[in-house]
């Protein structure tokens, strides 16, 4: 009869084992690896409402402060005789009215070119001198 040779220990059956006995080990592990994710999960999402919140509020009061300080100006350059846009805008449109009431005059036909004028008159004698007077004695 031929016997089989006992089975050799390998470092894989080793390994198996040590893993079956750390296994309540690991699981605790784990557990408490997913509980520090849920909890950094939660946090972070809190972060973010609260972070949403403030920038909400802040957007609020610049708002409130831009509004403010056009006012502020406004009334200053009214104070100083400065004209608001309102009025430019008035002004425009009144502009635009007048224009249009009054149409262009229409255009004439061109008028004739002038003949060139010469430079010098060759035709013109020139101017002679005085006679001198004899000096007195």
């Known amino acids: 009869m031929v016997t089989k040779a006992p089975k050799k220990k390998t470092a894989r059956t080793k390994k198996a084992k040590a893993a079956a006995a750390a296994s309540p080990l690991s699981q605790t592990?784990?557990?408490s690896a997913q509980q520090l994710l849920s909890a950094g999960r939660e946090a972070l999402g809190k972060a973010q409402k609260l972070q949403k919140k403030?920038?909400?509020a802040a957007s609020e009061q610049w708002d409130r402060l831009e509004a403010l300080f056009e006012e502020?100006?406004?009334s200053a350059?009214?104070?100083l005789g400065v004209p608001s846009?309102?009025?430019f805008d008035a002004l425009n449109r009144r502009?635009?009215?007048l224009a249009a009431a009054t149409k262009p005059a229409p255009a004439r036909k061109p008028a004739a070119k002038a003949k060139p004028i010469a430079a010098k008159k060759a035709a013109a004698p020139a101017k002679k001198a005085a006679p001198r007077k004899p000096p007195a004695a």
Do not use: M, T
């Open 72 to 74: 502020r100006v406004a």
């Open 95 to 97: 502009i635009d009215a």
């Open 29 to 31: 592990v784990k557990d």
């Open 54 to 56: 403030a920038q909400s």
């Open 77 to 79: 350059l009214q104070r």
């Open 85 to 87: 846009r309102a009025e």
